[in-house]
């Protein structure tokens, strides 16, 4: 469908003709990074600053015309891409990574600098910019933002709202919001960096945020435990959680991914013998944790090996057994994702019996479980099922989001509600929770013109 000529040329009077793009250029903005989510645009509009988001949004509003904002459009819930003919506002462009305020241990960063451009600022002034996921390279400020971003160093540090003292952005009013200076206490009003964190780009456009930075640590040490099953590894975790003060991420892979991931790879087993369960353990401190990480696994029991590296090239071949879960999952087939979070005297019995609950729904399926196990958060990916079929997609997450919610969970850990899970939000979220995210979204976006089809839907 084409652009009405006169919203073109209003969108190209504020962007410029090389940053409004309506031919075959589109494509790679209509489609996920898992593949499961193709819509199509009109156009894509790329501003170059928040003046210029502002007017973008302004041309919109007054055209009537909905928006999705995208940023590395690596979210996995399709809520980046336009699956309603959405115009997509790229925000690729405003990717400038301002100066590390070293006395201060911040940075402010454009919302299209890549998660990456800020670790490794951080890192150059001695710092680290403690939010790591492996899309890292990818994914941008802004998104992570939007979806209030965990990741594998979420149980030490906390999530992408942790390290937010401030955000500048364009709501859907029009009205620009900006607080940057970076004043860790500050309760002056309402916290709209809060507000705006993890609202999946439904009140505001995300242009800039200024983020907290934590010590670098000069030591890091990775082992990968091996256990029998996965309440050991459970109990495991809740014991080094509580001795282990220099503990950065624990997550769990079990023995089916970790094969998987070896033969997309190419590599080896991490073990001779191969175990059902391991959990990828990471401490760092100013003084070398391997001593007090050794201990810490001696002390528990069920472990069945123990591989361990403190070098660069070591740490990432143990780590390539959990981080390429993702892409590994994907040569599969387009998966189904589950991304939910369970108590943690719920979380073994959610492993064990999820895989029959998906089954019961969809004999053919597959279930890959692995994820965030420090924190509770489990990656529940299902292959082997078509992902074109509404009504087969109504009963599997319907299955999966009762399930959980029956555990005591919640139906969105990190990854965000997107379009695909905005329709199971009740179940999860009370009558009175439901009209207090409605009635901030009519505050912010009156017009309704911000991912209508995310969150809450239409
Ligand atoms: P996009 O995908 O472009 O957008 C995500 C959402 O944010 C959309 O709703 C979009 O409309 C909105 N949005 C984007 N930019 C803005 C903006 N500037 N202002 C307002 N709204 C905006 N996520 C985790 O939390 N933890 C992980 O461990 C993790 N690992 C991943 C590993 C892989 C291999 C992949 C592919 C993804 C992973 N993700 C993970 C998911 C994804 O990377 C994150 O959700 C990331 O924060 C998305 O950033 P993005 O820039 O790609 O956002
Ligand atoms: C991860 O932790 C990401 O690797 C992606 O959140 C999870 O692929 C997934 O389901
Ligand atoms: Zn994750």
């Known amino acids: 469908m084409p652009l009405d000529p006169s919203l073109r040329r209003e969108l190209v009077d504020v962007v410029g003709p090389a940053h409004l793009i309506d031919d075959d250029r589109r494509a790679s903005y209509e489609i996920d990074w898992t593949g499961r989510f ?157 507000v705006l964190c993890g609202s999946e780009g439904t009140l505001g456009v995300v242009t800039a945020a200024r983020l907290r930075l934590v010590a670098a640590h000069e030591h890091t040490v990775t082992a990968l435990v091996a256990f029998a099953d996965v309440p ?25 991914g970790v094969r998987l991931v070896a033969g997309v790879l190419g590599c080896g087993l991490p073990f001779d013998r191969p175990a059902p369960v391991y959990v990828l353990v990471e401490a760092s401190g100013h003084d070398d944790p391997t001593d007090d990480l050794a201990v ?77 196990v420090g924190d509770g958060n489990i990656h529940v990916n299902v292959t082997g099922v078509a992902v074109d079929d509404p009504a087969l997609d109504e009963v599997l997450d319907e299955a999966v989001y009762r399930f959980v919610v029956a555990c005591g969970g919640c139906i969105s850990a990190e990854h965000g509600i997107g379009t695909a899970k905005a329709r199971w939000l009740s179940l999860d979220r009370s009558a009175g929770d439901l009209a207090a995210m409605r009635a901030l979204k009519s505050a912010f976006d009156p017009a309704g013109i911000l991912n209508p089809a995310v969150l809450l839907g239409q």
């Not at 472990?303 to 040569?331: C, F, K, M, P, Q």
Request: glycine share 14%; aromatic share 4%; proline share 3%.
């Open 232 to 256: 050991a590894a459970v109990r495991a975790v809740a014991t080094w959680r509580s001795s282990l003060d220099t503990l950065d991420a624990a997550e769990i892979v079990l023995d089916p």
């Open 296 to 372: 810490a696994v001696g002390a528990v029991v069920g472990v069945l090996g123990v591989a361990v590296a403190s070098d660069a090239a070591g740490r990432s071949r143990l780590w390539r057994y959990r981080e390429e879960h993702t892409s590994s999952i994907n040569t599969v087939g387009v998966p189904h994702k589950y991304d939910v979070t369970l108590p943690i005297a719920a979380l073994a019995g959610f492993m064990a019996d999820v895989p029959a609950v998906v089954r019961a729904a969809a004999p053919s399926a597959t279930t890959w479980l692995f994820g965030h």
């Open 38 to 194: 193709r819509g199509a645009t009109p156009a894509v509009v790329r501003p170059g600053g928040t003046d210029e988001v502002a007017a973008v949004l302004d041309v919109c509003r007054r055209h009537g015309v909905a928006v999705v904002p995208q940023g590395g459009n690596t979210g996995l819930v399709g809520g980046s891409v336009p699956l309603a003919g959405e115009v997509v506002l790229s925000l690729r462009r405003l990717d400038a990574v301002g100066e590390v305020d070293r006395e201060a241990a911040q940075l402010t960063a454009g919302a299209g600098a890549s998660v990456e451009s800020v670790q490794q600022a951080a890192a150059r002034a001695g710092l680290r910019y403690a939010v790591d996921f492996g899309a890292r390279g990818s994914a941008t400020v802004g998104g992570s933002v939007a979806t209030d971003a965990g990741g594998i160093n979420v149980l030490r540090w906390g999530g992408t709202r942790a390290q937010l003292l401030g955000v500048e952005a364009v709501l859907g009013t029009g009205d620009v919001v900006s607080r940057l200076q970076g004043l860790v206490k500050d309760n002056t009003g309402y916290d709209l960096a809060g």
